[in-house]
């Protein structure tokens, strides 16, 4: 366990060593220069050369990778150009709004994908089956900007059931803001909710044909508790897997879904960041997204190893 | 290859060349049966339509590709000039009512169909050019190598996609290229993954011992004994790649970072519709299935040729 634990650490470091870098170097390619675009166009050329200074853009690469890198680690994520704040701030607010919507989501998407899933594997050929794998093709097909122009379309515009814009007002009330949430949450798991239930339908068929479920059949066990006690925790390992694996899939959907509905997450913290060349924010803001994914596959090879002591990494 | 001269058989030397003669017979119906005789090509359109999802998807697909090639038929007034009021309502005149810079979002519609299936075949294209020679050699050569580029696509792979897209276009800036090349790098991963995948299971069948033991070069077995015989699933994972780039595309569009204007994109209509939506739904709405039906389409024929391969 300890050798295995080290091992998917290092590698979970080695992979954010050399993000760090793609990320740094690709904002080491723009050719804006940041001190510039924090004086505007009229500061003469003294003047931005001594912010070039202050700001250590005039030292080799190596050493401002070093310097940026350090003062990351120690949680110094420098200033937003366009926000005169320290980026830290700005990250902790939107990163806890952002995970809130993930995390909302997850709790919707995993227990619906698995169950539906299961019920067609189940049901291999039937027509429940067949009805359960037409729509979750159709979601899966769904890119998330359209089923949730779809979602705003019926149930703000039409319905006018829910609200189709999602800015958190802190003065209403809890239930008036978690409403806001439910047709982002709706868009954002839809297509997750498709994939989870395609795999698991699939993974589900394969252990019922497999040689130890014929045994217990074969011993008399009743179906109902065969697939309880030991179809079950077997079919659902590798749809477990595929989702955790499908986490960076999901910080996409996020950034779609922030901006479709307005709601002012990291994802639409960096996409603002980038529109506006505010380098700082974009490097950070990808970083500490990045270190979401990473550490969230983390937890998933842990969890995959926990559930299933056949696995042995080498 | 050094032919060495005969040597007088022994019992062991007797054996090897049976287990080359098997190898080599092996390897002539293999390869029969990657090139095949003429009716194998009737047999699968045969195939293709008995599967229900594969003729719907392919239908699907098709409409799509007549609506792109006939663009300029079909397509009432020009994509990108202003042909009428600013946001006006659907008319006889404007079926789906004109933007808000007058333009006629029919017109754009039927011509965004180019933008989609041209861009997204060619930028999986693009990274198939570049994955799949990775993942052969990774599958076929193993050892360090494989561990490289397997860790480097782990790397890759860990790193959220659009964030990847995000990157690159603002670091260069948005123009079709630029998103041709951000979306075909983004699939290199998973296309590197997959190629090994089915390399590996190719690796150890008869036919490559064969092609070894006739002492083929490394390349040679790659691409044209490999290759051949992968391309069934490779195609299968194409047609869900290209879905994956079409949303792609129009992700990037609808946040801005995609074709630049005015250049009718679908995912570009949809962002520049979404401050209307309440006001004139359908100037979202139609891009919006649009493009959901044409992934629709590619997803459905890579089910039902997936249908058909399993049950050869």
């Known amino acids: 366990m300890l050798g295995f634990l080290l091992n998917r650490l290092g590698s979970m470091l080695m992979t954010m060593l050399v993000i760090s870098i793609l990320v740094f170097s690709i904002a080491e390619v723009i050719p804006i220069d940041p001190a510039r675009n924090a004086l505007g166009r009229y500061a003469t050329q003294q003047a931005v050369d001594e912010l070039r200074e202050k700001m250590g853009l005039d030292r080799p690469v190596i050493v401002r990778y070093g310097t940026w890198i350090s003062n990351f680690l120690r949680g110094d994520f420098g200033e937003s150009i366009h926000y005169r704040r320290p980026v830290r701030d700005l990250i902790e607010v939107r990163l806890g709004r952002s995970l809130a919507l993930a995390g909302l989501g997850f709790v919707f998407m995993i227990p619906l994908g698995l169950t539906l899933g299961c019920i067609a594997g189940i049901n291999e050929g039937r027509l429940l089956d067949r009805i359960i794998s037409l729509t979750s093709g159709l979601f899966v097909s769904l890119p998330a900007f359209a089923s949730g122009i779809f979602m705003i379309v019926i149930f703000a515009l039409w319905l006018q059931w829910l609200p189709g814009a999602s800015i958190p007002d802190p003065d209403a009330g809890f239930f008036e803001n978690g409403k806001k949430l439910i047709l982002p949450i709706l868009t954002l798991s839809l297509d997750e909710i498709g994939y989870l239930a395609r795999l698991t339908r699939v993974s589900m068929a394969e252990v019922l044909e497999s040689d130890y479920v014929r045994t217990a059949a074969l011993k008399g066990i009743p179906r109902r508790k065969i697939i309880w006690r030991h179809a079950l925790r077997n079919a659902l390992i590798a749809p477990f897997t595929a989702i955790m694996l499908h986490v960076n899939w999901l910080i996409g959907g996020v950034v779609v879904v922030e901006v479709l509905f307005n709601y002012p997450g990291l994802g639409r913290l960096i996409l603002d960041g980038a529109m506006r060349n505010d380098i700082i924010v974009v490097e950070a803001g990808t970083l500490v997204l990045t270190f979401v994914a990473v550490s969230s596959q983390l937890i998933a090879d842990i969890g995959i190893y926990l559930m299933n002591p056949r696995i042995r990494y080498e | ?312």
């Open chain 2, 1 to 312: 290859m050094i032919r060495q001269k005969p040597k007088p058989m022994s019992k062991r030397s007797n054996r090897l060349l049976s287990e080359i003669f098997q190898a080599l017979a092996a390897s002539t119906r293999e390869n029969r049966r990657m090139s095949p005789p003429e009716g194998r090509l009737r047999t699968a359109t045969a195939d293709l339509f008995h599967s229900k999802s594969a003729t719907i998807g392919l239908t699907i697909i098709l409409f799509w590709v007549v609506v792109g090639l006939a663009a300029p038929i079909v397509s009432p007034f020009s994509p990108t000039e202003m042909q009428g009021p600013r946001l006006g309502y659907p008319s006889v005149v404007h079926w789906l009512g004109t933007d808000s810079l007058g333009r006629d979002v029919m017109s754009r519609l039927f011509w965004g169909t180019r933008t989609v299936l041209l861009l997204a075949p060619i930028s999986v294209f693009l990274g198939i050019l570049i994955g799949a020679p990775l993942g052969l050699l990774s599958g076929y050569v193993r050892g360090k190598l494989d561990m490289l580029i397997m860790r480097i696509c782990d790397v890759l792979l860990s790193f959220p996609t659009l964030l990847i897209y995000v990157l690159i276009i603002t670091s260069i800036g948005p123009s079709a290229i630029i998103v041709v090349i951000s979306v075909a790098i983004g699939a290199v991963p998973a296309i590197t993954r997959i190629v090994r995948s089915l390399t590996l299971d190719e690796r150890t069948r008869d036919y490559v011992n064969a092609a070894r033991l006739r002492g083929e070069r490394r390349n040679y077995i790659l691409l044209l004994e490999i290759l051949p015989n992968v391309t069934g699933p490779l195609i299968v994972d194409t047609c869900i790649r290209v879905g994956y780039a079409i949303m792609a595309i129009g992700s990037l569009g609808f946040l801005g970072l995609g074709i630049p204007p005015p250049t009718p994109d679908w995912g570009g209509m949809i962002n520049e519709g979404r401050a209307w939506i309440f006001m004139m739904p359908w100037m979202v709405l139609a891009p919006a299935a649009a493009l959901s039906s044409v992934v629709i389409g590619l997803n459905l024929f890579a089910d039902g040729m997936r249908e058909i391969a399993q049950q050869r």
